[in-house]
């Protein structure tokens, strides 16, 4: 299980400078979650997304401000907390990342390859790892190539809530045109280790000038707007708005 936190905006900006102090209350997540941590950036200068990983708790690391210190107009970080029987190794740290597209997610699928055979052919030879979450990735791209990005999205959200076993779904996914978080998951199977934490799966978002950053639980959010379960959160980048969508 992870902590999320992502961003777009017209502007590049980064995580400290949207958050300022607050965000030191995010990093310290980390110790909590330290099975490793990871950055990427969808800025729409670049042509490609970017990213970069490690297995080890973030406030460890020497890499830490290099990376969510720089500026872009589209960022993730994420803190992993290993699922059990899952390698704590670089390739199963998130995000994973594919063209101008970037994910990370926070949740289970059982087992955690349940959703391979439900993922095109061109997807399955860029494996990496032996994580769920890079399977629910590609499972996600092969949806967006069917559908496109957001009915994509929904399709494939709808089709794990009616077919697949899962502690939570919930994502955010990020190319040049969206920026999309996923809230879906079963309250009765938050991690034994964050029993006491009600609110584990929840997230939340603020609007900042000329974009959204959005986050998961365990810190303090203060005016920050609860993501109802079972929605998607879209943050349109090219007509830069808001759009908050209940799914099936």
């Given amino acids: 299980m992870c902590r999320l936190m992502g961003f777009a905006s017209k502007n590049s900006s980064s995580f400290p400078n949207l958050l300022g102090e607050d965000l030191d209350n995010f990093l310290k997540l980390s110790l909590e979650h330290p099975d490793g941590w990871g950055y990427s950036q969808s800025d729409t200068s670049q042509e490609s997304a970017i990213k970069f990983r490690e297995p080890i708790p973030a406030l460890q690391s020497t890499h830490l401000h290099e990376q969510i210190?720089?500026?872009?107009?589209?960022?993730l970080l994420h803190f992993r907390w290993a699922s059990k029987g899952l390698d704590i190794k670089e390739s199963n740290?998130?995000?994973f990342t594919y063209g101008d597209t970037t994910f990370i997610h926070n949740g289970s699928f059982a087992p955690f390859d349940v959703l391979e055979p439900y993922i095109s052919e061109k997807y399955k030879s860029l494996f990496e790892g032996d994580t769920d979450s890079e399977r629910y990735f590609y499972?996600?791209?092969t949806e967006i190539d069917k559908h496109g990005f957001i009915q994509g999205i929904t399709s494939a959200l709808s089709f794990i809530?009616?077919?697949i076993s899962h502690s939570s779904a919930n994502m955010m996914i990020m190319d040049h045109d969206y920026f999309v978080t996923a809230c879906r998951y079963n309250q009765d199977r938050i991690p034994a280790a964050f029993a006491q934490d009600t609110d584990y799966y929840e997230l939340r978002y603020k609007e900042v000038p000329s974009g959204v950053i959005v986050a998961s639980s365990g810190w303090d959010?203060?005016?920050w707007t609860l993501i109802p379960n079972d929605?998607?959160?879209i943050f349109d980048r090219v007509q830069q708005n808001?759009?908050?969508?209940?799914?099936?």
Avoid: E, M, R
């Fill in 69 to 75: 210190d720089q500026n872009s107009d589209g960022a």
């Fill in 93 to 95: 740290s998130h995000p």
């Fill in 139 to 141: 499972f996600l791209l």
């Fill in 161 to 163: 809530k009616s077919k």
């Fill in 221 to 223: 959010q203060g005016d």
């Fill in 231 to 233: 929605s998607l959160l």
């Fill in 242 to 248: 808001v759009t908050a969508v209940l799914i099936d």
